[in-house]
């Protein structure tokens, strides 16, 4: 089961973990990414997201499909927030389900190295005293 959410609602650890639970999984991996108040010793005040959504959630999906083949999960989850964010809110959560642990370590690393890498979901930081687009914007 591949279970993929792009939403500008606030996201749930718990129903990410929940949808890849299994009899059969000896390992369930979870990333939680949240908004930190600091980058490169500038205090940070929120982040804002965008994203190509179509785009996205295709990209999301080949990553997830990826990570089901590379290590044999289970399930996988990924769940990515866009819209505006303030500290310490949840910006993505990812929840791979393996045989064995090993197995849903790597297949989370490799989920959000990808995301980040992949998907055109870009991210702003906005500081007291202006903004930054962190990566390529459209």
């Not at 490169?40 to 990570?67: D, G, H, Q, T, W």
Request: glycine fraction near 6%; charge should be neutral; hydrophobic fraction near 45%.
């Amino acid at each position: 089961m591949i279970d993929i959410i792009l939403t500008d609602q606030p996201l749930s650890v718990e129903a990410c973990r929940e949808k890849v639970t299994t009899p059969g999984s000896g390992g369930i991996s979870l990333f939680v990414g949240t908004v930190r108040n600091q980058t490169n010793e500038k205090s940070v005040l929120r982040l804002e997201f965008e994203a190509y959504a179509p785009m996205a959630i295709k990209e999301m999906r080949k990553i997830a499909e990826s990570v089901k083949e590379k290590w044999d999960a289970h399930h996988v989850s990924i769940h990515h927030r866009i819209g505006v964010l303030g500290i310490g809110e949840i910006a993505v959560v990812i929840a791979v389900s393996c045989a064995h642990r090993k197995a849903a370590f790597a297949g989370c690393q490799y989920a959000i190295d990808t995301i980040k890498k992949t998907v055109p979901i870009w991210k702003k930081e906005i500081f007291e005293d202006g903004e930054v687009w962190v990566a390529a914007h459209p």
